[in-house]
């Protein structure tokens, strides 16, 4: 026997993938039996794949979930929702360290939020089926790290962040690969091709004969199986997220407290959320919102007058300049409106801030800077209690008293807004 028929003996079939723990059959690779049980997989895995397993479904499956939730959320793309894309950039400006960064892509604030939004699908896909499997665990930490530096940044100490754990997680990930455990077969070959050289793959060990005849081979590019894996699974995140357009009709009042930052409920910290049953109020979860601004010089809490806490009625004096916020109907729907304080607004205003206006139970309008005084989290309505609630910690304030701490872990009470209130008009202005 030559060396060469002795060398196509030794020669095995290497399915692409986890190559090492597959026998070889002989047979094509579209003749092959079927692939090992879930228990076989389990056994021959290595330990950090195994022990990775959890991990890995978890920060999948969160992330398909916190990216459709962008999607299906009826706050996270309108610019009037302090808990919007376009608030919490706002926010970032006030606190990140990358506020240069965050100025920049602002302007760009709806297509930034569609990016998040389906690149937080494609990361998870790529996580629960092994496509581009260590890219995706790649993108998923540089996306935690930009949370982190942004979303997360003002939440202290840094252990009530969920975006840090999110990052160094998907690291180990990317360090560990999935091992080929529970990655399907088609997905191991996708991006291979047949070749007739079969001296040189017998040369590599991808080669196999059968009844001493050369067969074609299996061969791989890494790069060719990346690029199409990348492919894949960039098309298969756009048709799951091409879902969520049918589904906000179908799906009555969408989940409202969608924030960025790592975690359940579309990626508020714990996903938390206050509002009413109509949707009225915002909500992130810890390191949500960090918007941290608090009052300039000489603005102060503003008197109560006829017109309710911090309100001046148009039809008995004259306001001045004023800058509209929002519409009476808009307020009297949900008993609450989250709004942002206009970019022009002048100093010592918070431009930018999100701000929320609240219908009083006598009928008055009282408005406040939404940004929670202790770590920056922006608050919202809670109509069962009639209070503002901080989601992030749980601090409460009174609307009808000036905003004052009803409980939790702040002293200071929320930054009172003079409005004006034309009722002829139908709006609500901030006093310029």
Known sequence: MSRRQRGSRRAQYRPIGNAESAPWTGARPSEEAPGPSLREQLERASVPARALLPLRFFFGLTFIYAGLDKLLSPTFFDASSPASIYGQLAAFVHVSPVAPLVQIVQPFALPIGLLIALGEIAIGLGAVTGLAFRASAAAGAALSLLFWLTASWTTTPYYYGPDLPYALGWIALTLAGDGGLLVHRSVRELGAFVTDDWPGSLRSGAGYRVRGRPTPVVDASP????????????????????????????????????????GTGGFGGNGGGSGDASGAGSGTGDGGLGAGSSAGPGLGQPSPTAGGAGTTSAAT????????????????????????????????????????????????????????????????????????????????????????????????????????????????????
């Open 317 to 432: 004096s004259n306001p001045g300049p004023t800058l509209t916020l929002a519409t009476i109907k808009a307020v009297n729907q949900r008993g609450a409106a989250g709004i942002q304080i206009p970019l022009d607004a002048p100093a010592p205003y918070p431009a930018g801030d999100p701000a929320i206006i609240v219908r009083l139970s006598n009928g008055s309008y009282v408005a406040y800077d939404a940004t929670c005084t202790h770590q920056g989290c922006p608050v919202g309505w809670d109509a069962r209690d009639g209070v503002l609630l901080c989601p992030c910690h749980g601090a409460a304030f009174d609307p009808a008293n000036h905003g004052a701490v009803l409980g939790g872990p702040t002293r200071r009470p929320l930054l009172e807004l003079p409005i004006v209130v034309d009722k002829q008009a139908g709006t609500i202005s901030l006093r310029a």
């Open 223 to 262: 790069l060719r199986r990346q690029v199409l894996q990348a492919g894949a699974l960039g098309a298969f995140a756009v048709a799951i997220a091409s879902l969520a357009v049918p589904l906000r009709f179908i799906l009555p009042g969408s989940s409202d407290s969608t924030a960025l930052g790592a």
